[in-house]
């Protein structure tokens, strides 16, 4: 286990904006990474499940890369979509020729419960570029399922570990279990368990949230005050967060949120992701008001 290490902080996990007709819509993307940059995010993520990465051809995945890479100066790191090691290391060849330097590392998701397995999958990719490997624990998105002892000994054994991402509930439990490991272990979830997540051991977040200075604020919180700084600072924007995390339907209620905050135009998801129930717009606009009074601190409208 060697090689560098992500920066501890806030990575953003960037969407894909589409267009109303589908497409990539690269000013909206352009526009949105930008934020991330002013409010001075440690990096971001690019082409994660948030995302919306397999549902994007090889060209539009480059494209999106490229838009990234020239809009801001931030280190990467790069999700890969694939559970097999021929196709996956295919895509990471392709990220390096997109994003270059760019790259701090490419997200692999973890692809069995046998360690073995899991760490040949992470050392083939990660020779095949010269990249270090964020691992990505994510049942959801993988439907793979592997126990916390196993996952320690895949950190401890693959050669190039950057981060571990950590997204197989209960998070904090599993973030405490690693993280004495030297190895920086991020939450994520829509920082759903990033109060205790950071209480455990967390690095940081490396989440998509519609507001990610609430997550810079939480983690810088806790930095210097602890978790009950952090507490503080974080227990408002709680509704918000986990009216974002609903299931089935988060991408396109985040999405629809950064409408509202003017970081993207439109809130199009591509089919099968399931679009916003029109019962929710409703209380998504209440939501957004009582955010936006967080932030400048005038009474929501």
């Given amino acids: ?164 991402k950590a997204e197989a509930p209960p998070t904090p439990p599993a973030i405490a279990a690693l993280s004495d490991l030297g190895v920086p272990v991020f939450g994520g979830l829509g920082g759903i368990g990033l109060l205790d997540e950071l209480a455990c051991g967390s690095a940081g977040a490396m989440t998509g949230f519609s507001y990610p200075e609430a997550l810079l604020d939480c983690v810088a919180a806790h930095r210097s005050g602890g978790f009950p700084a952090a507490r503080a600072v974080f227990a408002p924007w709680l509704p918000l967060v986990t009216f974002e995390q609903q299931a089935r339907i988060a991408l396109a209620i985040r999405k629809q949120c950064l409408v509202e905050r003017g970081l993207i135009d439109h809130a199009t998801v591509r089919p099968p992701a399931a679009s916003l129930p029109d019962a929710l717009r409703g209380p998504l606009r209440v939501q957004m008001a009582a955010a936006a009074q967080l932030r400048t601190g005038r009474p929501a409208v």
Wanted: no cysteine.
């Fill in 1 to 164: 286990m060697t090689g560098p290490r992500l920066a501890s902080g806030v990575w953003g996990v960037v969407a894909t904006p589409f267009t109303n007709d589908l497409q990539v819509d690269e000013r909206s993307l352009r526009r949105l990474v930008r934020h991330y940059a002013d409010i001075g995010v440690t990096g971001l993520t690019v082409l994660g499940v948030f995302g919306e990465a397999a549902a994007l051809d090889a060209d539009e995945r480059a494209a999106v890369l490229r838009a990234v890479v020239d809009e801001v100066d931030l280190p990467l790191t790069v999700g890969l979509t694939s559970l097999a090691t021929a196709p996956g290391r295919q895509e990471a060849t392709a990220v390096l020729a997109a994003a270059g330097d760019r790259v701090a590392a490419v997200m692999v998701q973890v692809n069995s419960p046998v360690v073995e397995i899991v760490v040949d999958h992470l050392d083939a990719i990660s020779t095949s570029v010269d990249l270090p490997v964020v691992v990505q624990d994510y049942p959801v998105a993988s439907g793979i399922t592997i126990a916390i002892p196993a996952l320690r000994m895949v950190v401890q054994t693959a050669a190039r570990v950057a981060a571990v």
